[in-house]
């Protein structure tokens, strides 16, 4: 386990260096590493306490505000209760988890919340940054990841006691106390057993290794399947920055499905089998119709482009919930920035936007990969858009998926 780093003297060649390229360049945020440090030493590999990552910091929501959020229906929420018991408010026993749990999904209105008195009751809130920009701005603070992979910002607020139990996750967290006292118990996952019949997946067997309490401003780094417990200390708020594990199964799935989507109609070919006899085995699969599936399964996927593209379409996918609102094309002499709620990647021969992929090449495909990195392009810049590149942010402002900015 790691903790903050002690800082060297930079030399006068090293600091030449990483005053060209912000990747080498120490951050707070990351304990006086460079980002690429980080991803070097810690970046699924080990866990890594930053104190005062985030100095002064104050929650993206208030109280109040963030309640409200919870009972949208255009928001993600759920509300953990640890029943009253042996072990309620410590979270486990001798790494045995003993508490009862009630798990209750959104939206939930603020009649549904335990009152605020009442210890070990805990509120998610899922993808807060999609509805507040100070969490979209907090979030943004992690780009040094591919935005393929950073997911969102969940909020947990917690009162007295309040948690998850321990469990593990299949993701990178950056965890980030932003409010009150959270009491953290980390250690190396030895079984993945869970506490059958809980509505939680709870760790039967947690065993410790190391503990601290996070005040405002700390973080704690977790690489995926590392088993943690977290037991608010009075009321609380943690930010935790997640992100997306594409699972083999599943996004071959996917991918499958956007090639096929994508295949052209007009060039169909049909089975066919003249020289198909008569046969006393009805029941049994022709061996040309098997050769025919697999032969047509092969040519769907023989162009590595397609699968690309497909990929790249799947990955900006706009999250479950997400709405934009119709709007006019973009105004004269205004910049943009991107709806925090679009997701705009790219590679070597394509744009991809909210599940859409364009081809580009050229000036025009450097400027929408400047608005897919910087997520805002100037007034300037939008002015020396080509014709082509300037209706397609007309477009994409008529979807919702950029502003208008000054």
């Not at 932003?178 to 980390?186: A, D, F, L, M």
Request: aromatic letters at 6%; charged letters at 25%.
């Amino acid at each position: 386990m790691s903790t903050t780093p002690r800082r060297s003297v930079p030399t006068a060649r090293s600091t030449a260096a990483t005053a060209q390229d912000p990747l080498q360049q120490p951050t707070e945020l990351l304990g006086g590493l460079s980002p690429a440090a980080f991803m070097k030493r810690h970046w699924q590999k080990k866990p890594l306490l930053i104190r005062q990552a985030v100095p002064g910091v104050k929650p993206p929501i208030d109280r109040k505000a963030l309640f409200d959020l919870a009972g949208r229906d255009d928001v993600e929420s759920r509300l953990i209760v640890q029943a009253a018991g042996p072990g309620a408010g410590q979270g486990v026993a001798k790494g045995k988890a003993t508490a009862d749990w009630r798990l209750k999904h959104g939206p939930l209105a603020r009649r549904s919340l335990p009152p605020m008195t009442q210890p070990n009751w805990t509120l998610l809130v899922q993808g807060l940054d999609l509805h507040v920009p100070a969490a979209h701005e907090l979030l943004s603070r992690f780009r040094f990841v591919p935005d393929a992979r950073l997911d969102d910002l969940m909020i947990s607020y917690a009162t007295d006691g309040g948690g998850v139990g321990p469990h593990f996750d299949s993701y990178d967290v950056f965890l980030l106390q932003v409010h009150g006292q959270r009491k953290w118990r980390i250690g190396r996952l030895k079984d993945d057993t869970l506490v059958p019949r809980k509505p939680l997946k709870i760790l039967q067997n947690f065993e410790c290794e190391q503990e601290w309490v996070l005040e405002p401003g700390d973080m704690l780094y977790l690489p995926p399947r590392w088993a943690h417990d977290g037991i608010a200390q009075g009321e609380c708020m943690t930010c935790s920055i997640g992100f997306r594990v594409p699972e083999a199964h599943g996004l071959a799935a996917e991918l499958l499905v956007r090639i096929a989507e994508g295949l052209d109609t007009d060039q169909r070919s049909l089975y066919k089998d003249p020289q198909q006899p008569a046969t006393a085995e009805p029941g049994r699969m022709p061996a040309d119709l098997q050769a025919f599936a697999a032969d047509a399964v092969a040519r769907a996927l023989k162009d590595p482009a397609q699968v690309l593209a497909a990929l790249g379409e799947v990955m900006t996918e706009p999250k479950p919930k997400v709405w934009f609102d119709i709007a006019d094309v973009l105004p004269e002499g205004a910049g943009l920035v991107l709806h925090p709620a679009t997701r705009m990647m790219y590679d070597d021969h394509r744009i991809y936007c909210n599940g859409e992929s364009w081809r580009a090449a050229g000036a025009d495909a450097r400027l929408l990969r400047r608005l897919a990195d910087q997520r805002a392009l100037s007034a300037a810049d939008v002015a020396r858009a080509s014709t082509a590149v300037r209706d397609l942010l007309d477009q994409f402002c008529e979807d919702g998926w950029v502003l208008p900015s000054a």
